[in-house]
């Protein structure tokens, strides 16, 4: 089974590998490497059992993943005790195109579409869907303040953002229970974010861990060749303190068992 670690001081523990699940609703306007078709019923089924039977308990949506929300209401019924249920807030994913509403109202909207839509009455994490503008985000709309009221309401247990910056990291660690960030074999700079967030106890979740899949499996420039580069990356960042757990995004049975294994 997987380890577990905190996430920061929510009170809540998480598998060391989170399922991400952009490639369940959506595969219009990805950066993927190749095309995919979109696993039906069954598969999608197949696939989340065989998480869950390892020992991953973090599952990772979004508004902005096509339908994987709804899917996802409908493939946990009668397992929701056993997830932890991350989405998020801000980007709106219509007609093969994103908007962004970072608004108070939106927000709130936003968030009772998603109880519905997961068919829950507490959602375990919420995030800000960054679009880039961290700071601006943080400092000018309210969503943050959105979102504590509505964590207060006993409809989320922890609040924080998915962020796209070294300055919007820091800045939402100091107001957030979680922050989630890039790190991959090719992206090392929000790191710092990752030491922050462990000094003040608020938890990491690592997006993007193989580089929405352009890190794997082949060798890495510079790196030994017989090293998988799947094993190389989960070494350096579980290596961090900090670190609760790396959201990959897989619909591939066997993905998911090598990177369990590479772990
Ligand atoms: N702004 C945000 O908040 C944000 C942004 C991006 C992502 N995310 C979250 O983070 C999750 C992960 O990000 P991501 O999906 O962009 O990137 P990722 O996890 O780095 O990579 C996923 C890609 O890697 C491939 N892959 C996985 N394991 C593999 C293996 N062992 N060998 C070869 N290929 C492998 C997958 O293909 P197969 O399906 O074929 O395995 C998929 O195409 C997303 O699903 C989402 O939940 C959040």
New binding site residues.
């Given amino acids: 089974m997987l380890p577990k670690r905190a996430l920061g001081q929510t009170g809540m523990e998480v598998s060391l590998l989170g399922l991400?699940?952009?490639?369940l609703g959506r595969n219009q306007g990805v950066?993927?490497?190749?095309s995919?078709k979109i696993p039906d019923d069954k598969e999608a089924a197949t696939l989340i059992a065989l998480a869950k039977d390892s020992g991953i308990n973090l599952i990772?949506?979004?508004p902005a993943?096509g339908n994987s929300e709804e899917r996802l209401g409908t493939l946990l019924k009668g397992q929701r005790q056993d997830w932890l249920i991350c989405t998020?807030v801000g980007e709106e994913f219509i007609n093969g195109e994103s908007h962004f509403d970072f608004s108070p109202e939106h927000t709130r909207r936003s968030v009772e579409r998603s109880l519905r839509r997961l068919n829950t009455e507490v959602l375990d994490i919420v995030?800000i869907?960054?679009d880039g503008n961290d700071e601006e985000i943080l400092q000018r709309h309210g969503t943050l303040q959105a979102l504590a009221a509505l964590k207060k309401a006993g409809k989320i247990r922890a609040i924080g953002m998915?962020t796209?910056t070294v300055d919007g990291g820091l800045l939402a660690a100091e107001q957030s229970d979680v922050v989630?960030i890039t790190w991959?074999l090719q992206h090392h700079t929000e790191i710092p974010v990752a030491d922050y967030c462990h000094q003040k106890g608020v938890g990491v979740l690592i997006?993007?861990?193989?580089?929405?899949?352009h890190?794997?499996?082949g060798p890495q420039p510079g790196s030994n060749t017989s090293t998988d580069p799947?094993k190389q990356c989960f070494d350096m960042m579980f290596a961090h303190p900090g670190v609760s757990s790396a959201?990959?995004?897989?619909?591939?049975q066997k993905?998911?068992r090598?990177?369990i294994g590479a772990i």
């Fill in positions: 991400g699940t952009v490639k950066k993927y490497p190749k995919f990772d949506t979004a993943y998020k995030l869907h960054s998915s796209k989630m991959n997006k993007k861990a193989l580089a929405s899949g890190a794997a499996p799947v959201i990959v995004g897989t619909i591939s993905h998911l090598s990177n």
